[in-house]
């Protein structure tokens, strides 16, 4: 298929005269693709000099039943004979450090992977299908993991699937690697030093772009994932279970399942639901991640010790879009809090800092009296349950525009055995995982 | 009375042969004490070579209702006219500095303020009365306040009862103070950093002795005292308001203002209440302060914040015991916390830890997974109420001899409502000062 594609491209290219080159690139183009992966990924590369713009038509007429989307620029989607093909348009540079967009340094990784990875697809197989067993596949936001390139990266290192798994026992938080010359030799990572880059300052693992070595390749996995592999690995290399590879599917949670597990914890569940804005994944989740830490640190400052937190997008048809549902849960230690709460001022010793803050609290519960040294008044908490704070405070916070925005325009919050009412498998499978939450540690 | 006390003693030594000499110390020595003030302290000095065992015994013979005490010796306390006098043995040495025990130093005090105060005595009352209007005179450990001969010296240092509240105004913790030599002067507290010793480093003032320059005279001051006095005097020098000096009565709540105030606070109260000890209070209070940290650490290292707590021994007649009663009050901000808890392990790169950890939590609620680089796992919490807590947690606490002995004997939990069952008066008037806690502060 990726083939046919690659001709009518150049085909149609030459009888308009587009000086354009097409490309497989991507897991296909150095057979690396996982069994189920049917995407292919088709660059339309053009030189320095030219426009993008005719590359893109010769996309759009490629595929006629295509949709166009936008990283950094313009690329057409379309699903061809069973495919998910993705056309973008590239420059063709001489030099990866020289790129105009992030897409134009494609074509070096996989020329680069392409010429080293022969005798070596099988372990990077191996590689991919155990991260995506674990949940660490994929450097999508949603995710925060490891990219294709980068467990090809760490195969041509470490020499072979067991070899990665046993190095990564070794990571340490700011691990760098480099890629050495020749494959199959040992790292060499005592030589970076000098080029260690301020952005690197706080990825917890720099994996050096060979084709760009101010890249850092990982920079889009997080520690929390880093740690996920590293703690897998061991676990694979002591138990050699396949379970690591494909695990259990995610049943959704019957109505009895879900209150006999909320009476298990006895926790106070939040869940904040919304309509997703009409955004793409890359773009939601990090707001989403950004609300949910922002809500966190809102609950917390005012007493209810948030346990755990989650975020999901789920496609659910409902009445009122198309683009599903937000929704944001919270796990609190507490359902309410006292009404008198403390709250401490200036030192004893700081007279006018007294005045101002005796002013503002002229009517305590109780108080004014010196604690510690300082002046401390008690008064009436502003929220003593979650849902009210909520609801008062949460619109000022810093939540991403569109999450922002559908905030504004509604949502509904389900505490505790409200959470009953909400019926889609998608919310109900998201609890189960939410609930049985449990990595491979070892 | 004194007088006739005194020239009593010295008939008696004289018939004796002992060669003694009765000495009247104390406010009643130099004309400083308070109106209501019936104590009257008479030591019997005895020559540095001898043994006290005589003097006490004329201090037996001369008051034949007597009870015994003992401090660092055995003393003599009765009611003699209408007067609580304390007769107590002392040694009779030439240099403050050289004493045997701490009484021995009293007539160094004595004699050094009576020398020094003619003209300054109605200051002093002002002083002593106002510290004892906002509840910081007295230097025994319950109070951990001023002492009678503290005010007296800072009246001296500073010349006039307001000039101590006005130098009290510019105080910091750590504020250090060296009487000068002719009084009216203003205090020299630049020579003293060579002479600072080990033993002041934590003391909120520092009062240098003048008759023994290597204690501080405000030894048993606390920081909270000390501020609780600089801030009454910003507001007497402000207001003017003899309030200050003759602060209102607390009256016992009722139970339907008990309930009032508990509804208005909807806090956790708990209180633990016990046979006090057979100790005097400068022994208990301390106990009791330890034992209310100790349980204070407890109930916040379990999830349940304490907004409060408070300490008092109330000496109502029961059927259990002739010492009254010792209680401790905490005031909460949670009555219940949920049933999962999250527990944080090691980082995931320390294999031999992260074993251990896991192995100690075989079958958690939800985990083990990787949060912020460490394992974590959520168990069920061993104790979700702090009854339970107390109950099965406090007897391991570090609590003072006595108070653990009494506690080991047996307790009483009262929880929120359950107060009302408390009649005495003596407890409903701990609890208006409790609730209505305030301090004059400007």
């Known amino acids: 298929v990726a083939i ?24 296909a183009a150095r057979d690396t693709w996982l069994a189920g992966d049917h995407d292919l990924d088709i660059f339309i590369g053009m030189p320095e000099d030219n426009d993008l713009g005719a590359a893109l038509d010769l996309a759009r007429e490629i595929a006629p039943h295509h949709e166009e989307k936008y990283a950094e620029h313009a690329y057409v989607h379309a699903n061809i004979e069973g495919f998910e093909v993705d056309l973008v348009p590239c420059y063709l540079v001489k030099d990866a450090s020289r790129i105009v967009s992030a ?84 790292p060499q990572n005592t030589s970076i030093a000098g080029r260690v880059q301020e952005a690197w300052h706080n990825d917890p693992l720099v994996v050096i772009d060979p084709v760009d070595p101010k890249r850092n390749v990982a920079a889009a996995l997080t520690l929390d994932k880093m740690f996920q592999f590293v703690a897998a690995s061991r676990c694979f290399l002591r138990q050699h279970s396949d379970k690591l590879f494909f695990p259990p599917k995610i049943a959704p949670l019957k109505d009895e399942e879900l209150l006999d597990l909320m009476d298990c914890r006895r926790s106070a569940l939040v869940l904040i639901e919304f309509d ?11 707001q989403l991640r950004k609300a949910e ?17 989650d975020v999901a997008w789920h496609k659910v048809t409902s009445d009122v879009g198309d683009d599903g549902l937000a929704r944001m849960l919270f796990e609190l230690e507490v359902w309410e809090l006292s009404q008198v709460k403390k709250h401490i001022g200036p030192p004893g010793w700081e007279a006018q800092h007294i005045d101002r803050f005796l002013s503002r609290h002229a009517k305590p519960l109780s108080g004014p009296y010196i604690q510690g040294g300082k002046v401390v008044v008690e008064i009436p908490r502003k929220y003593t349950n979650p849902r009210s704070l909520l609801i008062s405070e949460m619109d000022q ?46």
Chains 1, 2 share one sequence.
């Open 103 to 186: 897409v134009d340094r494609t074509p070096f990784h996989t020329r680069y992977v392409s010429q080293r990875i022969p005798g070596l697809e099988g372990d990077v197989l191996l590689l991919k299908q155990f991260m995506k067993g674990i949940g660490v596949y994929g450097s999508e936001l949603r995710i925060g993991g490891f990219s294709g390139y980068l467990s090809e990266l760490l195969v041509l290192c470490y020499g072979s699937f067991v070899g990665v798994l046993n190095a990564a026992g070794k990571w340490r938080p700011g691990e760098m690697i480099e890629v050495p010359d020749q494959s199959h030799h040992e």
């Open 4 to 27: 046919r594609i690659l001709e009518n491209i150049e085909k149609l290219a030459r009888s308009r005269a587009v000086p354009c080159k097409a490309l497989l690139v991507g897991s």
């Open 276 to 286: 997703a804005p009409p955004v793409v994944e890359d773009i939601l989740f990090p």
């Open 397 to 442: 916070l810093s939540l991403g525009k569109h999450v922002k925005q559908q905030l504004h325009d509604g949502y509904k919050i389900y505490e505790g055995n409200e959470l009953i009412q909400i019926e889609d498998m998608e919310f109900r499978r998201f609890m189960t995982a939410y609930f049985r939450k449990h990595m491979y540690i070892c």
């Open 293 to 309: 830490q922002s809500i966190r640190g809102l609950l917390e400052r005012n007493g209810f010790g948030v346990l755990r937190s």
